[in-house]
């Protein structure tokens, strides 16, 4: 048994939580109100991207928001207002917003009247 929970305590304790989601294995805070990681907001031209793509997704459509200058914390709470708006699924990964199905017009729509430059991308 100690084996086991000197093994636990190696690989960085405690990662989920039921009350605050995932957890910082450097800090122990929830991921979004952690104090180790210095937030990075990203550079580029403050021209935001929509696209729509279906490669590897099984010929699902699915709409790509790339290059808001903003940090994890913001694009992670637009991404849930994007999705809230085309009233569907979706997700944030490395800084770019998926959001399920063709919905490329209402994002678009939604960014320009919160003030982004908003650029339709591909064809």
Request: glycine share 16%.
């Amino acid at each position: 048994m100690k084996g086991k929970a000197s093994g636990f305590a190696a690989l960085g304790g405690l990662v989920y939580s039921t009350d605050s989601g995932r957890m910082c294995p450097d800090c122990r805070q929830p991921v979004v109100q952690c104090i180790c990681k210095q937030t990075e907001i990203p550079t580029g031209d403050g021209i935001v991207r929509v696209s729509r793509e279906t490669k590897g997704r099984g010929g699902k459509a699915v709409t790509l928001v790339k290059g808001a200058l903003v940090d994890a914390t913001a694009l992670a709470d637009l991404g849930r207002q994007l999705k809230a708006a085309c009233g569907t699924g979706g997700t944030v990964k490395d800084g770019v917003i998926e959001v399920q199905g063709d919905h490329i017009e209402r994002v678009m729509q939604v960014l320009t009247a919160q003030g982004h430059r908003v650029k339709r991308a591909g064809g």
